[in-house]
């Protein structure tokens, strides 16, 4: 009984790292991969001007 408690505990445990580890590389993804800008509309149909 009581290394079945154990056993399910471990494997919470164990699923509970692995999709921290992916969240955090996903972060690290998101942080580090840098796109350049081509955007090229940047103003729709004038230059802007600012009151």
């Known amino acids: 009984?009581?290394?079945?408690?154990?056993l399910g505990y471990l494997i919470?445990?164990?699923a509970s790292i692995?999709?921290?580890?992916v969240y955090l590389?996903?972060?690290v993804r998101y942080v580090t991969d840098v796109e350049e800008n081509t955007?090229?509309?940047t103003y729709m149909?004038?230059?802007?001007q600012y009151v």
Do not use: H, K, N, S
Not at 45 to 48: A, T, W
């Open 45 to 48: 149909f004038e230059y802007p």
């Open 25 to 27: 590389l996903g972060g």
């Open 12 to 14: 919470i445990l164990l």
């Open 18 to 21: 692995v999709v921290f580890f």
């Open 39 to 41: 955007c090229d509309l």
């Open 1 to 6: 009984m009581r290394l079945t408690i154990t």
